[in-house]
């Protein structure tokens, strides 16, 4: 997961005939946890993220009006709360996403929803990003454009998301205004604040019907969660 923490540093200086106690200086730092998956706000001591796969209590976390990939009546519903520019959400896309879909979404057990949590502070890019997939949606192409932006992280821009949603042959003129005119600010928002409300505070957080797991973890660990919640456990 990716999470902003607070750094702070002490420095005591020796200077002869006398002990200067330096002030504390404070800074942003990224801290790396689970062998460097994120960066993301100081956990609440309330609702500790595992960060190893091993789920909490279940949470009220809704899928809301949002893009659902699979069969809408499927036992389990796995909502992920992420940011486009997040590099970790696109290692959970790229490595674990796939296997997913095949083993658990495909094979009906599964539904998965994505909502919005561009974590603006850090990702300049994010926020527009998610409205411009919220566009895209509007033209029943969001989970194409959702690829198209973890596939080409590194190029993201108001102007290539114009591009792409041309080369998806969108309705530019449809998707400019939409994108250019913040349609889906407060629907972006909405999910940020959900998220929040639900214990979010990093991405990508996971709720495998209302547990959360925490991270770009690998599939066997993703397997084992949805496995035992699958069977009842």
């Not at 750094?7 to 460097?36: D, H, M, Q, R, T």
């Not at 590099?87 to 998965?112: D, H, M, N, S």
């Not at 409205?131 to 993201?156: N, P, T, V």
């Amino acid at each position: 997961t990716e999470r902003m923490g607070d750094a702070e540093g002490k420095s005591n200086f020796l200077i002869p005939g006398a002990i200067i106690v330096a002030g504390a200086v404070i800074a942003l730092a990224i801290v790396y946890v689970n062998g460097g998956l994120g960066v993301r706000p100081a956990p609440s001591p309330e609702r500790p993220p595992t960060g190893n796969g091993t789920p909490v209590p279940p949470s009220q976390v809704s899928a809301d009006d949002d893009p659902i990939l699979g069969d809408p009546n499927a036992p389990v519903t796995m909502i992920e709360f992420s940011d486009f520019q997040c590099p970790f959400c696109a290692r959970f896309w790229g490595q674990t996403l796939t296997q997913i879909k095949e083993k658990y979404i495909k094979t009906g057990k599964v539904k998965f929803v994505y909502r919005d949590f561009p974590i603006s502070s850090i990702h300049s890019e994010a926020e527009k990003a998610a409205e411009a997939a919220e566009c895209a949606d509007e033209q029943g192409k969001f989970w194409e454009y959702h690829d198209l932006i973890f596939a080409r992280q590194d190029s993201m821009s108001i102007a290539n998301y114009k591009r792409w949603a041309a080369e998806l042959k969108l309705d530019t003129a449809s998707f400019n205004s939409c994108l250019d005119s913040g349609k889906y600010t407060e629907e972006v928002a909405k999910d940020f604040s959900d998220g929040q409300a639900a214990g979010v505070s990093g991405t990508p957080t996971f709720f495998i019907n209302g547990r959360s797991v925490v991270g770009a973890l690998p599939f066997e660990q993703f397997k084992t969660v949805l496995d035992k919640v699958l069977a009842g456990e």
